[in-house]
């Protein structure tokens, strides 16, 4: 018997079978687990001293679900498959489970830890479902939230045990429950102690160990009614189909047909049911975006939190003390990030009450989770005892890492850099929290140059799960390393670029604001770009986050980086806005109006600012002017060196700034649309637009010898050199 699953049968001719998959903190679904454990079901149903079976793991966790990698890493080779050999590769669960519950003997499943995708499908399958007794413990099918369905029967056994109107929710947004209310719903039959786990299960086993479930007896029924002709089952999923389709616009195609799965499935005997379930995750499977999905936000993210591109020579930096110049809104997340991560903070500004108001932020957002049941008041006040407001540099004392996120104005940063340096131990790290400044010229204003390094931190800085690090010419590996530390340390994902003005992210957001702003001094009307936006899939339109940002702070921005250029700064509605006193959200009013009750409507006074074309562009072309700037900012910054990996690019893009995650970030999109057809479109819209759509010339070189931006032959970016 192979040791992923082992045996045992107890003298009442109960045979446990427990999973245990060599070398993994958790069972997975895969060739490795499922061959064993088939093999070792088809013992137990073909030997005659068997009288009952116990499913149940020797791990923390039952199953958390298949291997992610596997599909995410392009490993299953589907291109010269046909459709029928797709959904029979992809059935290989439901067939087996299916088989299990109709063998003739009863199973029942001991829970002892999460059970995640098909791992509660294989619960779901089982006749007597027992779980031990700890809030910790999740059961789920988190399937929808990386573009796919669930395919091992969850999507037909789920609702046939607890109605479609409490499964929904489960299956369509990827929810997760704890035991007791998995109970409550009539997910699981008990819950009981870890101890007595295996004894519930053999108990049920002996008492009654009934191998039939209840859709397969006659006259059973959905609870809550399935059919066209029940008027709540109609409706709910016509609402929710509805709902879908407002959300997403089409580009996410797994909510839709989960939807259409549960319509047709639930009319149906199981076995045909099963069918149609398959055919749709056959569908998912040839479609790019589960892929991307998985790709960027599971793999990518995974490695990237694991810090998997870190220098391996230099040591592992922990982080007990930290100073945070600037106590305004980014410096307070920053802060707030690092004391809820146990982190002691130092926090400095211009006086005590800039600094108490910095602390103050941290304390409010606190008193918010603990009115929401997510803290407690003694979380709260040990968080807020690790930050330490401050007036005087002489307060920062002994730590591991500085970091200055004062106003974005070289003058204002050359003035602390030059402090901190004097007041921080040798050597101490001095990280710099800008969005365009390039880190090689700030570095000079300090004593460290190769100590020095920047730390872009997003909006709110301790709630967005990105952080921008960027080396300098002269930043060394050590320094690299450990700001990567500091980030995992926050529990938050870095990302690495070569510096530049602008670095990535801001660079990357800028194409698309400009894109949109470019639209909009052309007289396309507002309402057409931001809806352009939001059906491309960015989760806001361009003018409603220049109003989030700040028509200000994009204004004074916009100030510094042309001067940093050298160049005249030309705002265009932007200053006219800012100009007439229109500072965005938080002055209640700039490309929108905004109510008390954070309702907000476009400005209708934009239309005496700007012309009006008469023949307005299709929406279709409005989405790719959108599009396209992005993939031709993404592709420049390639070609320049500034992105050292493409991964980098696509996970900044998606975590940092709203690029669709469908598409799996740019480099992603462009692989998935084909590298000649982007030559081709940013071509076309090159020669009408201008040159945000101009494409550097490696790109023309990908498309010439076919090359892409993932997989075996993907192309080399001139920066990766510098980033190793």
């Known amino acids: 018997m192979n040791e992923a699953v082992t045996t045992t049968t107890d003298a009442d001719g109960i045979r446990v079978i427990t999973m245990d998959l060599p070398g993994e903190k958790m069972n997975t679904l895969g060739p490795a687990l499922t061959d064993p454990l088939e093999a070792a079901l088809h013992a137990a149903m073909d030997d005659e001293a068997v009288k009952g079976i116990v499913l149940t793991s020797a791990k923390d966790s039952f199953v958390a679900g298949g291997d992610l990698k596997q599909i995410g890493g392009?490993?299953?080779?589907?291109?010269d498959m046909t459709p029928a050999e797709v959904v029979h590769l992809f059935s290989y669960l439901s067939r087996l489970l299916r088989w299990m519950e109709t063998a003739g003997k009863p199973v029942a499943c001991a829970i002892n830890g999460m059970a995640l995708g098909g791992g509660l499908e294989i619960a779901l399958a089982c006749h007597y479902r027992v779980v031990a007794d700890d809030p910790r413990i999740q059961l789920g099918l988190p399937e929808s939230m990386v573009g796919l369905m669930p395919?091992?029967?969850?999507?037909?056994?789920?609702?046939?045990?607890?109605?479609?109107?409490?499964?929904?929710?489960?299956?369509?947004?990827?929810?997760?429950?704890?035991?007791?209310?998995?109970?409550?719903?009539?997910?699981?039959?008990?819950?009981?102690?870890?101890?007595?786990?295996?004894?519930?299960?053999?108990?049920?086993?002996?008492?009654?160990?009934?191998?039939?479930?209840?859709?397969?007896?006659k006259g059973f029924k959905v609870p809550g009614g399935a059919g066209t002709l029940d008027a709540d089952f109609r409706n709910t999923i016509m609402i929710s189909t509805v709902m879908t389709q407002g959300s997403s616009f089409g580009n996410y195609p797994a909510p839709q047909k989960i939807l259409a799965a549960l319509y047709e499935g639930l009319q149906l005997p199981m076995d045909k049911a099963l069918g149609v379930e398959a055919k749709y995750l056959a569908q998912l499977m040839l479609d790019p975006v589960a892929g991307n999905l998985i790709r960027t936000m599971f793999i990518?993210?995974?490695?990237?939190?694991?810090?998997?591109?870190?220098?391996?020579?230099?040591?592992?930096?922990?982080?007990?003390?930290?100073?945070?110049?600037?106590?305004?809104?980014?410096?307070?997340?920053?802060?707030?990030?690092?004391?809820?991560?146990?982190?002691e903070v130092v926090l400095i500004d211009r006086d005590m009450a800039a600094a108490q108001k910095g602390k103050a932020y941290a304390q409010k957002r606190l008193a918010r989770d603990v009115e929401k049941g997510r803290a407690d008041t003694a979380k709260m006040e040990r968080v807020l005892a690790r930050i330490h407001p401050a007036d005087n540099y002489d307060d920062i004392g002994d730590v591991q890492l500085a970091i200055e996120s004062v106003f974005e104005d070289r003058h204002v940063k050359r003035d602390v850099i030059a402090r901190l340096s004097a007041a921080l131990p040798a050597g101490v790290p001095i990280g710099s929290n800008t969005s365009g400044l390039p880190i090689t010229s700030l570095a000079d204003y300090s004593d460290r140059p190769e100590r020095f390094i920047g730390l872009h931190f997003f909006s709110p800085a301790d709630r967005m799960p990105l952080v921008e690090i960027i080396r300098g010419e002269r930043t060394d590996a050590a320094c690299w390393?450990?700001?990567?530390?500091?980030?995992?340390?926050?529990?938050?994902?870095p990302i690495t670029v070569n510096d530049g003005p602008g670095f990535f992210t801001s660079r990357f957001i800028g194409s698309f604001i400009s894109a949109s702003l470019q639209m909009l001094d052309e007289g396309i009307t507002p309402a057409l770009i931001e809806n352009g936006a939001r059906m491309v899939g960015m989760p806001m339109g361009a003018l409603a986050i220049s109003d989030a940002i700040g028509l200000d702070v994009s204004y004074h921005a916009g100030h510094a980086q042309a001067k940093e250029r050298g160049e005249e700064p030309t705002l265009g509605v932007i200053g006219q806005l800012y100009e007439a006193g229109r500072h965005g959200m938080k002055n209640g009013k700039g490309f929108f109006d905004y109510d008390e009750h954070g309702g907000k409507r476009l400005w209708a006074g934009l239309g005496e600012?700007?012309?009006?074309?008469?023949?307005?562009?299709?929406?279709?072309?409005?989405?790719?002017?959108?599009?396209?700037?992005?993939?031709?900012?993404?592709?420049?910054?390639?070609?320049?060196?500034?992105?050292?990996?493409?991964?980098?690019?696509?996970?900044?893009?998606?975590?940092?700034v709203g690029f669709p995650a469908y598409l799996g970030g740019p480099f992603a999109a462009m692989d998935t649309i084909g590298i000649a057809k982007v030559v081709a479109t940013c071509d076309r819209l090159h020669e009408a637009y201008g040159a945000l759509y101009v494409l550097p010339a490696i790109v023309r070189d990908m498309a010439r010898d076919g090359r892409t931006f993932h997989g075996p032959d993907a192309a080399s970016s001139p920066g990766q050199l510098q980033a190793a």
């Open 74 to 79: 392009g490993g299953y080779g589907l291109g």
């Open 151 to 217: 395919g091992g029967g969850g999507t037909q056994r789920l609702p046939r045990l607890i109605g479609l109107r409490e499964a929904l929710p489960l299956i369509m947004q990827g929810k997760s429950i704890a035991p007791q209310q998995a109970l409550k719903l009539g997910m699981v039959d008990a819950v009981v102690p870890a101890s007595e786990l295996i004894d519930a299960a053999k108990d049920w086993l002996r008492d009654k160990g009934d191998p039939v479930q209840p859709w397969d007896r």
């Open 300 to 343: 990518n993210k995974g490695k990237a939190d694991k810090l998997a591109a870190r220098p391996a020579d230099v040591p592992k930096q922990q982080f007990t003390r930290i100073a945070v110049v600037g106590a305004g809104t980014m410096g307070a997340g920053i802060a707030f990030a690092a004391a809820r991560a146990g982190i």
């Open 481 to 493: 390393a450990q700001a990567l530390d500091f980030v995992q340390a926050l529990r938050k994902t």
């Open 609 to 656: 600012l700007l012309p009006t074309l008469d023949a307005q562009p299709t929406i279709e072309e409005v989405k790719q002017r959108i599009l396209y700037a992005q993939l031709a900012e993404g592709a420049r910054c390639f070609a320049q060196g500034v992105l050292p990996d493409v991964i980098d690019g696509d996970l900044g893009a998606t975590l940092g």
